[in-house]
Every structure is written in C-alpha cells, then in structure tokens.
C-alpha cells in the first residue's frame, strides 16, 4: 500500500484544513487507518483513527470537538477534518495504514506511511 497525504499549508489559528491521504491498492478497506503528527523537537504522536467499516474512530484528547476522521473506502481516501486550529497543531502530519481492520494508537501496529504534509498554524 502507497500512502499520499495531501492537504496541509499555512492557517490562521482558529481556521480550518482538511487532510487527505490517498491509498493505492484495492485493499484499503481492509485497513485501519491513523493520522500522527510531529512537531518540531518532538515526538511523532498519535492524532486519530478509524476502522476498516469508518463506524469507529478514535481522538486523541488534545484534538476532541476540533478534529474529524472520516474515510470513503470506494475513493480508497481517508481524511482528518481539522477545525478552530492552533498554533500547537503545527507539525507534519502523517496518514498511516495498519496491518488490519482495526485501529491502534502506537506507531508500532502501523505498516505503511504517507510522506507527511506540513500543517502550519499562525497565531
């Protein structure tokens, strides 16, 4: 599975973007799937998932009521919904594609990434 992400770019805080990443493969509705995000010195961390159905999704606390995962299998596409934005949001962002149809919130149980698409939000 290739994963592109696609939809990041410079933003006001308190504005919204939408991510996507598109999957390559006619098996991407087997697949969980995740956005993660890494800011700069830190740590990538987990932002939110959703199942291989798109009826169970998972958020991170610092991104609940702000943050929406959604996925259209028959356009192989899963995308993050981002609203009222903060500057803490800035980081690049990664869609990933776990080994099954469930999902998880570590790194480690993710096989295939996107390159990344850089979210900035100005204060």
């Known amino acids: 599975v290739q994963l592109q992400a696609s939809g990041g770019g410079l933003v006001q805080a308190g504005g919204s973007l939408r991510l996507s990443c598109a999957a390559s493969g006619r098996t991407f509705s087997a697949y969980g799937m995740a956005w993660f995000r890494q800011a700069p010195r830190k740590e990538r961390e987990f932002v939110s998932a959703i199942n291989w159905s798109g009826r169970s999704t998972d958020y991170a606390d610092f991104v609940k009521g702000r943050f929406t995962i959604s996925r259209d299998n028959a356009k192989n596409t899963v995308y993050l919904q981002m609203s009222t934005l903060k500057p803490d949001d800035t980081a690049v962002y990664y869609c990933?594609?776990?080994?099954?149809?469930?999902?998880?919130?570590?790194?480690?149980?993710?096989?295939?990434w996107g390159q990344g698409t850089q979210v900035t939000v100005s204060s």
């Open positions: 990933a594609a776990a080994g099954s149809g469930h999902y998880y919130r570590t790194e480690n149980d993710y096989l295939y």
